[in-house]
């Protein structure tokens, strides 16, 4: 039996992989996932992997940061997402909920990594890493 932080990890692993399969696997049937920043529902775990299955260019995952339990039975992960055939890339911070020994919910937010906003390029208040 994996931890929930095993099973987080496995997860990410496997979407790194675009084993989706396997992720599926890890997640309950009617699995629900949130993705606010587009205003999208995945309703069912099928859907959310159709979705990933059906991207023409897979990400690649590179684990940022996972934290332990937030609070009982939710855990917080940090990855930035990244193509070898884009130079787009992205930080997504999930919180995942669990029944059992599976992800039933988790709400996803996709951040660009990108450049400073033009309004406050020159302003000079932060370095620029």
Same mark, same amino acid.
Not at 9 to 32: C, G, I, P, T
Not at 61 to 69: A, M, P, R, V
């Given at each position: 039996?994996?931890?929930?932080?095993?099973l987080v990890?496995k997860?990410? +692993? *496997? !979407?790194?992989?675009?084993?989706?399969?396997a992720?599926?696997?890890l997640? *309950?049937e009617?699995?629900v996932? /949130?993705?606010?920043?587009?205003?999208e529902?995945?309703?069912s775990r +099928?859907a %959310?992997?159709?979705? *990933? =299955?059906? #991207?023409?260019?897979? $990400?690649?995952?590179?684990?940022? +940061?996972i934290?332990s339990?937030?609070? =009982?039975?939710?855990?917080?992960t940090?990855?930035?997402?990244y193509s070898d055939?884009s130079? &787009?890339?992205? !930080?997504?911070t999930?919180? %995942?909920? %669990? @029944?059992? =020994?599976?992800?039933i919910?988790?709400?996803?937010? /996709?951040?660009? #990594?990108? &450049?400073?906003?033009? $309004?406050? @390029?020159?302003?000079?208040? @932060?370095?620029?890493?």
């Amino acid at each position: 039996m994996l931890s929930k932080l095993e099973l987080v990890r496995k997860y990410w +692993d *496997h !979407f790194d992989q675009a084993n989706f399969k396997a992720a599926a696997s890890l997640m *309950h049937e009617q699995a629900v996932v /949130w993705e606010p920043n587009s205003r999208e529902v995945f309703r069912s775990r +099928d859907a %959310f992997i159709k979705t *990933h =299955e059906a #991207n023409p260019q897979p $990400w690649r995952i590179e684990e940022i +940061d996972i934290l332990s339990e937030i609070k =009982e039975g939710i855990i917080v992960t940090v990855v930035k997402a990244y193509s070898d055939t884009s130079p &787009e890339s992205y !930080f997504i911070t999930s919180f %995942f909920t %669990f @029944a059992g =020994e599976r992800i039933i919910e988790i709400l996803e937010y /996709w951040s660009k #990594n990108g &450049e400073v906003p033009i $309004w406050r @390029a020159n302003l000079n208040y @932060a370095e620029k890493y």
